[in-house]
């Protein structure tokens, strides 16, 4: 099982707008498996050797080094914290603070070390990715389904679950009429399923709460319309798995579910993609890093597309927004596009990680504006 915590936006957005000299930021790939942690344990001691490096040759006063040595020495000396892990774990470490947040996610290890934080590979956690609970609700049998893009699908235990809509309501159907010449069937079993449906939604509640993940409903008409009708989970899919799932193996809908998850990304993608392209056309879209700094700066960037495997190292004036570009990534610089990403969060912009070549342009990111500029 996936050990996961992930930030909420108001939580990305307290990260991204901490100034502490040092901040260091470390990502690490990690296995949930607690028997092969130790590989883990080991690489976290060499990325916290690079940090300290970076920030030796900055001149930093030791004093502020010594915390971030010892919280990092901490971490890795603790035996119960590395047993419940995911697929990628975030540091954020000052002389004074320690955060962590374990991913689902497998994102590529690496450091940074600046006076503030750097957060565009956690937003891959929090946007689309692989990951997703599939909720297969039937008549005789309900069950909340974990699948990972690493990691075999399993149950997952839900307190105060029904076994199934007998559990739920105490009946499984209901044909009796209430009087002559009314045809109250169709209209009563669809109350009862919707019934259900609100039981098994309750349950859920406090063990999704907190995730953004998708949540793909595997059932049989009505039942599948009607639990998303009631869904009180801001992210169940549109999509869903048709026919019963009773009785089908939860590889089986993980399998399914994964066709699910690439059809929402694929429909995600195309639909910024013609967006941008409008907006464009009215002067308001933008694939150049220095305007779009300007853009964040004041506020007029609406959808942000970033490229979450590429950084851009320099500076960006807190007053313009005019960058600076540097040759290297260092303890002086921070990453310009995770600058830009953290001011257009705080004007309420929408931010969406993407590889690549579903950037439009391709380049490190592509900006929709609120307004020409």
């Not at 259900?196 to 995730?211: N, Q």
């Not at 008409?221 to 989970?233: D, F, K, Q, T």
């Not at 059809?263 to 308001?284: D, N, P, S, W, Y």
């Amino acid at each position: 099982m996936l050990h996961v915590d992930l930030p909420t936006r108001s939580e990305i957005l307290a990260i991204a707008s901490a100034r502490t000299q040092p901040s260091v930021t470390i990502y690490l790939a990690t296995t949930p498996l607690t028997e092969a942690a130790q590989a883990d344990r080991t690489e976290l001691k060499n990325l916290g050797r690079e940090a300290v490096a970076q920030l030796e040759v900055a001149g930093t006063d030791k004093r502020s080094i010594w915390p971030i040595e010892a919280a990092l020495d901490e971490i890795g000396s603790d035996d119960g914290f590395w047993a419940h892990q995911a697929n990628s774990l975030a540091i954020f470490i000052t002389p004074d603070s320690l955060r962590t947040f374990r991913l689902p996610s497998r994102l590529t290890s690496s450091v940074h070390v600046s006076d503030r934080f750097h957060i565009k590979p956690l937003l891959r956690a929090v946007t689309f990715g692989q990951d997703a609970y599939v909720l297969a609700i039937g008549r005789g049998a309900v069950r909340l389904i974990e699948v990972s893009g690493d990691m075999p699908a399993h149950a997952v235990p839900v307190p105060g679950l029904p076994r199934d809509m007998s559990d739920a309501i105490g009946r499984r159907s209901h044909t009796p009429r209430d009087r002559p010449g009314y045809s109250g069937e169709a209209t009563s079993e669809n109350a009862l399923l919707t019934r259900y449906a609100r039981v098994v939604d309750e349950a859920l509640r406090p063990v999704l709460s907190g995730h953004e993940r998708p949540l793909i409903i595997a059932a049989a008409e009505p039942m599948l319309s009607i639990y998303r009708s009631v869904s009180s989970y801001a992210h169940t899919a549109a999509i869903g798995l048709g026919g019963s799932a009773d009785h089908t193996a939860d590889h089986v809908l993980a399998s399914e579910a994964r066709a699910v998850l690439d059809q929402l990304h694929a429909a995600q993608v195309a639909e910024l993609a013609a967006l941008f392209t409008l907006r464009e056309g009215q002067g308001r879209a933008t694939t150049d890093i220095a305007q779009a700094a300007r853009a964040a700066t004041f506020g007029a960037i609406d959808t942000l597309i970033v490229d979450i495997d590429v950084t851009v190292p320099g500076t960006v004036d807190d007053e313009t927004g005019a960058v600076t570009f540097a040759e290297t990534d260092d303890a002086v610089t921070y990453g310009v596009v995770d600058e830009i990403v953290s001011r257009a969060m705080k004007s309420g912009a929408r931010i969406v990680s993407a590889r690549k070549d579903d950037v439009p342009g391709n380049g490190a990111l592509a900006a929709i504006l609120r307004y020409p500029m």
